[in-house]
């Protein structure tokens, strides 16, 4: 799950609340909304107090509301109750405040703003740029990924275009592109590069020139399906493997050209701190 955590203000109370890729949604602190709207000295013990005397909301929160790492006052990371704009509006309905109405608003406004980075990808763009910034990824490297991204976007669309639409079949072809390119699985790659957790995102961990052999993958697969159009799974797998076979010849070309592979096992793991840029 890739995660980007932002603090909003409401009537200048902070709001905690992070983004989460996967679900593509906001999440937020429910005891600082607890806080904006009852101006509370003790948010979190005025929300134990709400879950004793509403058992239905206590209920709710408990099944819905997941505990979400946010950061402190103090700068420390730590889980706390978090949810959707769907179950903050759950929960403002059981604290009687007159700020109830102008904290809906501000919702819709934080949904909108959303909105307006999908009808705008330009706007997404910029903000995943400043994430990957953040995180100290070289400026080269970023364009690179940006690119990587539409690339896979023009992929999928032209898998929806056949009728491929469902998860794991996107999960089979992109294998059958990658094993053809690389000689490994996208679940085998991982694992050579030290990844171990499921929302560890492969390509956020590649260097430039697996950056460029994955794209150059995609695309000719793209390119072959949108020629060929072909109706089967089956069909489609072929297509996959063959696009990723000329990535994969010119993967063993440019190795044969620098003398070396370019199959890395280097990371961007926190602890590593070292941007995976290849000088080359």
Same mark, same amino acid.
């Given at each position: 799950?890739?995660?980007?955590? +932002?603090?909003?203000?409401?009537?200048?109370?902070?709001?905690?609340?992070?983004?989460?890729?996967?679900?593509e949604q906001w999440y937020f602190s429910i005891v600082d909304?607890?806080?904006?709207?009852?101006? #509370?000295?003790?948010?979190?013990?005025?929300?134990?107090?709400?879950?004793?005397? /509403?058992?239905?909301? #206590? %209920?709710?929160?408990?099944? %819905?509301?997941?505990?979400?790492?946010?950061?402190?006052?103090?700068?420390?990371?730590?889980?706390?109750?978090?949810?959707?704009?769907?179950?903050?509006?759950?929960?403002?309905? +059981?604290?009687? #405040?007159?700020?109830?109405?102008?904290?809906?608003?501000?919702?819709?406004?934080?949904?909108?703003?959303?909105?307006?980075?999908?009808?705008?990808?330009?706007?997404?763009?910029?903000?995943?740029?400043?994430?990957?910034?953040?995180?100290?990824?070289?400026?080269?490297?970023? /364009?690179?990924r940006l690119r990587g991204i539409a690339i896979r976007q023009?992929?999928?669309? *032209?898998?929806?275009?056949?009728?491929? +639409?469902?998860?794991?079949?996107?999960?089979?072809?992109?294998?059958?592109?990658?094993?053809?390119?690389?000689?490994?699985?996208?679940?085998?790659?991982?694992?050579?590069?030290?990844?171990?957790?499921?929302?560890?995102?492969?390509?956020?961990?590649?260097?430039?020139?697996?950056? =460029?052999?994955?794209?150059?993958? $995609?695309?000719?697969?793209?390119?072959?399906?949108?020629? *060929?159009?072909?109706e089967s799974f089956q069909a489609n797998k072929k297509v996959?493997?063959?696009?990723?076979?000329?990535?994969?010849?010119?993967?063993?070309?440019? $190795?044969?050209?620098?003398?070396?592979? =370019? =199959? #890395?096992?280097?990371?961007?793991?926190?602890?590593?701190?070292?941007?995976?840029?290849?000088?080359?």
């Amino acid at each position: 799950m890739t995660k980007k955590t +932002s603090i909003k203000l409401f009537q200048d109370k902070k709001i905690r609340s992070v983004w989460n890729e996967t679900e593509e949604q906001w999440y937020f602190s429910i005891v600082d909304v607890v806080g904006a709207l009852t101006d #509370s000295v003790n948010a979190t013990d005025y929300l134990k107090k709400m879950r004793k005397r /509403d058992a239905e909301l #206590s %209920n709710y929160i408990g099944t %819905n509301c997941p505990q979400v790492e946010m950061q402190t006052e103090t700068w420390k990371k730590r889980k706390t109750l978090a949810g959707t704009v769907k179950d903050i509006l759950r929960i403002v309905q +059981s604290i009687p #405040s007159p700020k109830a109405e102008p904290f809906k608003l501000w919702l819709s406004q934080v949904g909108y703003e959303r909105l307006q980075e999908i009808e705008n990808p330009e706007l997404a763009q910029e903000r995943m740029k400043f994430l990957y910034e953040q995180k100290g990824y070289p400026q080269d490297w970023i /364009d690179k990924r940006l690119r990587g991204i539409a690339i896979r976007q023009n992929l999928t669309d *032209e898998w929806n275009a056949r009728g491929i +639409s469902e998860e794991r079949d996107y999960a089979i072809l992109t294998a059958e592109i990658s094993k053809a390119t690389f000689g490994m699985t996208p679940s085998e790659y991982k694992e050579h590069k030290g990844l171990k957790k499921k929302n560890q995102n492969l390509r956020d961990h590649m260097t430039d020139l697996e950056l =460029i052999f994955t794209m150059l993958g $995609e695309r000719v697969t793209t390119e072959i399906s949108q020629k *060929e159009q072909p109706e089967s799974f089956q069909a489609n797998k072929k297509v996959a493997k063959r696009g990723g076979n000329v990535a994969g010849v010119a993967r063993k070309q440019t $190795e044969k050209e620098l003398g070396r592979t =370019i =199959i #890395s096992e280097d990371n961007f793991l926190p602890e590593n701190k070292i941007p995976i840029i290849d000088n080359n």
